[in-house]
């Protein structure tokens, strides 16, 4: 009988430790859907709802939102140190590169995050925002849907080396990109799918003004762009001057998600130099710019399982990291 009850007693605790387990291994530290239903269940809808008026007043805003997601992960991880202003020690990556004169939506984030703080106290934090909202422009601007895995943690710091030197550049080889993204984990099939952004937003003249003259520092331009289509960029983008005039990514649909980009890309079209070595430098990512061009659901299908798994790169979870009150600087103790 006593060793019955034992037994009894022992299988009781071990049922009693069993949802802590479970509850340890999905938060503990993985990214899961349903982070926030409990601690910010209205977190989705307040970031969709401020997503979408932004959008309705600045139809460039869902590209812009869509690519702070891809800018910060590329540094370091997921973790929103791309939203850090320079303060103290913290040299902003606002500033580098990539992103100076460029970058733009903040303030957009700084609402979101507003609202999240007065519904939800110290509760959502700001790489999350970032997610989500690269989801939710994506949506808004006719493109596919995914569910997007919380909870991340933010940043206490920022690298601006990291944002100089990580995040593909419009003139970089397709080599050098692809190993930038294999560093994260991507693969080719990523590389291809997730370029697929640029169906949507701009580009600035002195990201591919050298295709228009001076491709290979001969004085001549990049024959792989189509010659009717390069005279047109040439009214707008001349040998000097003009660095910051903008210039569709996707000349057909600027503003609607779908899969014109690589129809474009195949039509020798495509704006900057990373856009159409993608189909000129590789076989296997030329197959799938055609695949992608002839067929709009299998881009969205790729799209959507590539940008979660863009997500996940080096996420700070459980103890790691902290929820900023304001995304634009590290909680002061």
């Not at 959502?124 to 970032?130: K, R």
């Not at 909202?133 to 569910?147: C, K, Q, Y």
């Not at 990580?166 to 397709?174: C, E, G, H, L, Q």
Request: charged fraction near 20%; charge should be positive.
């Amino acid at each position: 009988m006593a060793k019955s009850m034992s037994y009894y007693f022992i299988v009781v605790a071990l049922l009693a430790f069993a949802p802590l387990s479970l509850a340890n291994k999905m938060q503990g530290w993985n990214l899961f859907p349903q982070f926030y239903d409990h601690s910010c269940p209205q977190a989705q809808q307040i970031v969709k709802s401020i997503v979408a008026q932004a959008v309705a007043r600045d139809h460039r805003m869902a590209a812009s939102l869509l690519r702070l997601h891809f800018h910060d992960c590329f540094v370091k991880g997921c973790d929103a140190s791309l939203l850090l202003d320079s303060s103290g020690n913290i040299v902003s990556e606002k500033g580098s590169n990539t992103n100076r004169n460029s970058a733009r939506g903040f303030e957009v984030i700084d609402e979101i995050k507003a609202a999240l703080e007065k519904a939800c106290p110290h509760t959502v934090s700001c790489a999350d925002i970032l997610a989500i909202a690269a989801r939710d422009s994506t949506v808004i601007a006719g493109g596919p849907n995914w569910e997007v895995p919380l909870g991340r943690r933010d940043a206490r710091g920022a690298s601006i080396q990291g944002s100089n030197n990580d995040i593909p550049a419009p003139n970089n080889t397709f080599n050098t990109i692809l190993t930038k993204f294999k560093r994260h984990h991507l693969d080719l099939v990523d590389l291809v799918a997730l370029s697929g952004a640029h169906t949507i937003g701009n580009a600035r003249c002195v990201s591919f003004r050298q295709r228009l003259y001076n491709q290979n520092g001969n004085g001549k331009p990049d024959f792989t762009l189509d010659r009717y289509y390069a005279a047109k960029l040439r009214n707008q983008c001349p040998p000097s001057g003009g660095d910051q005039n903008l210039f569709f990514l996707d000349y057909a649909t600027p503003f609607h998600f779908d899969n014109s980009y690589y129809k474009n890309i195949v039509a020798y079209k495509g704006l900057l130099n990373s856009d159409q070595v993608l189909l000129t430098k590789n076989h296997q990512s030329m197959q799938l710019v055609k695949q992608y061009a002839e067929n709009m659901q299998l881009f969205f299908d790729h799209f959507a399982k590539s940008i979660v798994k863009m997500g996940n790169i080096s996420p700070l979870t459980g103890p790691k990291g902290e929820v900023r009150q304001n995304c634009r600087m590290i909680n002061s103790y």
